[in-house]
């Protein structure tokens, strides 16, 4: 029902368009077939003339060059949009604790351990942010929001910790039994695993180089605005801590 009448109302529309041209071309005594006829007979000088002539053909020339440029640069960009593996895990959790707008737990205020061997001591808490990053990542390669890659360690070999060289994307399926290292997603690497198994879940083959989309991940946790990266604290690296 709805087809037929948004049909019905397009056709009215057009026929009142119609009855409208039709109506001022009449009051100015206008007739297009005849304009039409007398323009390709007739031409006028103007037409005719060689700067015309010239201009026509460098407008068409231009024309004809702006649709290869803009045919060029929507496919550019439809690469472009396509995730690309550019950034390493590591990079990405520096990010989000530094640069981003990720919100983070925050360590504990230092305090005097009452009990225990270190009784009497000021305890300091590390890593706190750094650790909340890595979740927050391995949440969003969970539920498929963030792509991945890295390099497959290879089933079969004598030697351990050996990896394919060619780096392939990690199956979202694969995040149901294992998960991002609690130590080596920290640091730049190609030879020691960066993801784990889950406790109880079977175990499946280990991945390093992992590299993430950057421009996933600039959407997913957008920069600090200026006026925090100017107040901000020191950068929080993983070997201070």
């Known amino acids: 029902m709805q087809w037929l009448l948004s049909n019905i109302a397009g056709g009215a529309i057009r026929w009142l368009t119609a009855v409208i041209i039709g109506a001022i071309c009449i009051m100015w005594g206008f007739a297009p077939s005849t304009w039409f006829v007398n323009f390709i007979g007739e031409p006028p000088a103007w037409i005719l003339a060689p700067w015309t002539r010239l201009i026509i053909v460098l407008a068409g020339a231009a024309i004809v060059i702006l649709i290869v440029h803009l ?5 550019k960009n439809a690469i472009a949009a396509i995730p690309q593996p550019n950034w390493p895990i590591s990079d990405v959790i520096d990010y989000l604790v530094n640069d981003s ?8 205020e230092p305090w005097i ?3 225990g061997s270190h009784k009497g ?3 300091i808490e590390k890593g706190v942010e750094h650790e909340d990053a890595r979740k927050k ?3 969003r390669l969970i539920s498929g929001e963030l792509r991945i890659w890295g ?4 089933p079969v070999m004598h030697i351990a910790n ?3 060289q060619s780096k392939r994307e990690i199956k979202i399926e694969y995040w149901e039994r294992m998960q991002l290292d609690f130590l080596s997603c920290f640091y730049r690497t190609v030879t020691i695993p960066q993801t784990t198994q889950i406790p109880g879940k ?3 083959l280990q991945w390093t180089g992992l590299m993430l989309s950057k421009e996933q991940v600039l959407q997913t946790w957008p920069p600090r605005r200026w006026w925090r990266r100017i107040i901000r604290k020191p950068r929080i690296t993983f070997n201070s801590v």
Do not use: I, T
């Open 71 to 75: 045919d060029r640069r929507s496919k």
């Open 113 to 115: 351990e009452e009990s």
């Open 121 to 123: 001591h000021r305890m």
């Open 151 to 154: 390099l497959r360690q290879m």
């Open 162 to 164: 050996q990896f394919e």
């Open 202 to 204: 079977q175990a499946d």
């Open 137 to 139: 990542v391995n949440e």
């Open 101 to 108: 707008d990720a919100v983070l737990k925050q360590p504990k």
